[in-house]
């Protein structure tokens, strides 16, 4: 028999981006210059902050690129993408400063930012030696999970 406990259903999810940031880029020209088949590897870093006040989610995105060597560092790019989400409060735990996000609504804005920042990095490095260090589609539920205190 099935357990007859009943289900909280997650508010909808009501969301636009208001702004794209370009907070950051840095590139390392190599001494040598790099071959077209070069394997890039990426470290990414996503950081979110809830400002309750505004209604808005802040989505930090930091990407370096590595050389396929696995040490040398080509290049960084930090941007942010900030969204106003209209339903806030529905998701504030206790007071303000306690909002806890749907998995589904943080993994969709991680999952924008993403690739926000894809094509921030592909214009960004057009003409210069990381032409083609395009980041890869990544699964943002893929990614590691880390609490900052």
């Not at 357990?3 to 040598?32: D, G, S, W, Y």
């Amino acid at each position: 028999m099935k357990n007859p406990k009943k289900t909280q259903k997650e508010p909808k999810m009501v969301f636009q981006i208001r702004a794209i940031e370009l907070l950051e880029l840095n590139m390392h020209q190599p001494i040598q210059p790099l071959s077209d088949q070069t394997t890039f590897h990426y470290n990414i870093s996503l950081e979110q902050k809830a400002i309750s006040e505004s209604k808005l989610v802040i989505i930090i995105a930091t990407i370096q690129i590595i050389h396929e060597d696995k040490e040398t560092r080509l290049a960084s790019i930090k941007a942010s993408c900030i969204f106003e989400v209209e339903n806030f409060a529905d998701f504030i735990v206790e007071d303000p400063q306690d909002v806890n996000l749907p998995e589904i609504l943080s993994t969709s804005l991680n999952s924008i930012t993403l690739s926000t920042v894809r094509g921030l990095m592909f214009s960004s490095l057009k003409g210069t030696f990381l032409h083609n260090a395009i980041l890869p589609v990544i699964d943002p539920k893929s990614l590691v999970k880390t609490v900052q205190e």
